[in-house]
Every structure is written in C-alpha cells, then in structure tokens.
C-alpha cells in the first residue's frame, strides 16, 4: 500500500495516549510538572519508544504536554489554550463547510449572556480596556476595513475577558476569528456597517458600565439580530450574482 506520506499511529500508542490524558486530568501530574523520560514511560508500559513518542505527539496536539528534544529536554504537562480551542474550531467550521448564518446562531446562543455577565462582574481594568478598544474601533470605521474588522474582534474579545466565565470566554474567543473572517467577505463592513457596529457597541459597553446586565444582554441580542440580517441580504445578494454570471457564460 502506498503511503500517504502521514506517519500512522499504532493503536498501542493511543491507548497509552488516553491513559496518560486520564493521568493528567486526574491531577496525578500538574501543569507545569516533567513527565518521566521516555525510557521510563516504555518500560512502564511495555511499549517501544517510538510508540510512546507517538503518544506524546498525540498529548500535544490536544495542548496536554509541552516536548523539547535535546539531552536535557522532556515532556511537561501543560493547560490546553484558548488559542488551541480557537484553532480547533476554527478548523472543525472550514473543514466541514458550515454556513455563515451557523455563525449568527452560536454568536446568539454565546455572546448575549457574556454581556450580561461582564456587567455584573467586570472589573475597572475590564472597563478600562473595553473603552480602549472602542475608541479604537470608532476610528477605523471612518475610513480603516481593515483595522476595523480587527478591533471589532477585539471588542468582542475583551466583552468575554470580562465576564469572569472561563469556559465562556474560551467560547466566545474561540468564535472570533470566524466573525473576522465572514465579516470579510465583499460588501460587508460598509461605512454604514461600520457606523452602526460602533453605535452598537457604544450602547452595549455604557450598559456594562453601569452594571445594568439586562441591558446588556438586550442590546447584544439587538446588534447580532442586526448583523444576522445583514449577512443573509449580503449572502443572498452574492448568490444572485453567482448565479447571473453562470447564466451569462
């Protein structure tokens, strides 16, 4: 058979993958803790090296251990990241082709209760950084596509960071570079896109400010209402328009 060119992973090595991974969720080692060298985890397991490496190869994928190699390298057990989360969605999303509008939906079910919770919780350094990105974000929507559509994934970033939730702001910023990337898309973020995203985001951080959760969690459902609606006109308008080219060819 010919190869793929894709090392393949014995299924002895998976399954001292996933029981390692038990190990390590456990607590028996902690973030930041060597594991045992490689020779030692083969004699426990009665495995080959190279079959222990593959599952530590299959640890750091999933953002469990850290391995540098070298004579004094090794393997540390290591807390997965909200970017690794971030990249795996990301990823799951393109690879499987979901529409844009599944967005909306996640956005909807995710970020409405982040806003109500970052206005109950949100410190004054939360605070500080949301008006930071604002004003920034309210320049580049004179005349900036670019650096807007980057500070609004900001915004939306430092609203999660401020919720005190650490599984929804893994959530919410794990989303984020999808809105920048369907948010990308031609005719979108129009000046007029751009001036209401900002008044939008003006309202939903003065209710956040003034602890006023319900607020905020109503003016965050009204700005993702909006930029559902925008988006199905836009992905209708683009679809019109594929569909009279083919005509025309």
């Known amino acids: 058979m010919a190869s793929s060119g894709v090392p393949l992973v014995s299924k002895s090595s998976?399954?001292?993958?996933?029981?390692?991974?038990?190990h390590i969720?456990?607590?028996?080692?902690?973030?930041?803790?060597?594991?045992?060298?490689?020779?030692?985890?083969a004699s426990e397991a009665d495995l080959g090296r190279g079959s222990v490496r593959e599952a530590l190869r299959i640890l750091e994928?999933?953002?469990?251990?850290?391995?540098?190699?070298?004579?004094?390298?090794?393997?540390?057990?290591?807390r997965p990241s909200e970017v690794l989360l971030a990249q795996q969605i990301d990823s799951?999303?393109?690879?499987?082709?979901?529409?844009?509008?599944?967005?909306?939906?996640?956005?909807?079910?995710?970020?409405?209760?982040?806003?109500r919770l970052a206005a109950l919780h949100r410190t004054d350094?939360?605070?500080a950084n949301l008006r930071?990105?604002?004003?920034?974000?309210?320049?580049?929507?004179?005349?900036?596509?670019?650096?807007f559509l980057k500070e609004n994934v900001k915004w939306h970033e430092a609203m999660a960071a401020a919720c005190g939730n650490d599984l929804l702001r893994a959530f919410?910023?794990?989303?984020?570079?999808?809105?920048?990337?369907?948010?990308?898309?031609?005719?979108?973020?129009?000046?007029?896109?751009?001036?209401?995203?900002?008044?939008?985001?003006?309202?939903?951080?003065?209710?956040?400010?003034?602890?006023?959760?319900?607020?905020?969690q109503r003016r965050t459902e009204r700005d993702i209402a909006a930029y559902g609606k925008y988006l199905a006109a836009v992905?209708?308008?683009?679809?019109?328009?594929r569909m009279q080219s083919r005509r025309r060819s």
């Not at 973030?31 to 020779?39: D, F, S, V, W």
């Not at 994928?61 to 057990?77: E, F, I, P, Y």
């Not at 920034?136 to 596509?145: E, G, H, N, P």
């Not at 794990?174 to 898309?185: E, F, G, P, T």
């Open 125 to 127: 350094d939360d605070l």
């Open 132 to 147: 930071r990105v604002s004003d920034r974000l309210d320049a580049a929507a004179v005349d900036d596509v670019r650096r």
């Open 172 to 216: 919410a910023k794990s989303i984020s570079q999808l809105m920048y990337d369907a948010s990308r898309i031609a005719d979108f973020a129009t000046p007029d896109v751009r001036a209401v995203v900002s008044r939008s985001h003006r309202r939903i951080l003065d209710a956040v400010e003034r602890h006023d959760a319900a607020a905020a």
């Open 25 to 41: 969720l456990r607590g028996e080692y902690v973030p930041g803790e060597m594991l045992p060298t490689e020779r030692a985890l």
């Open 235 to 241: 992905l209708k308008t683009a679809a019109r328009s």
């Open 14 to 22: 998976e399954m001292f993958a996933e029981r390692l991974r038990r």
């Open 61 to 78: 994928t999933q953002g469990l251990v850290r391995t540098h190699a070298g004579r004094h390298g090794g393997s540390v057990v290591t």
């Open 92 to 115: 799951y999303a393109k690879t499987r082709e979901l529409p844009l509008l599944a967005l909306v939906d996640a956005r909807a079910a995710i970020e409405p209760m982040v806003a």
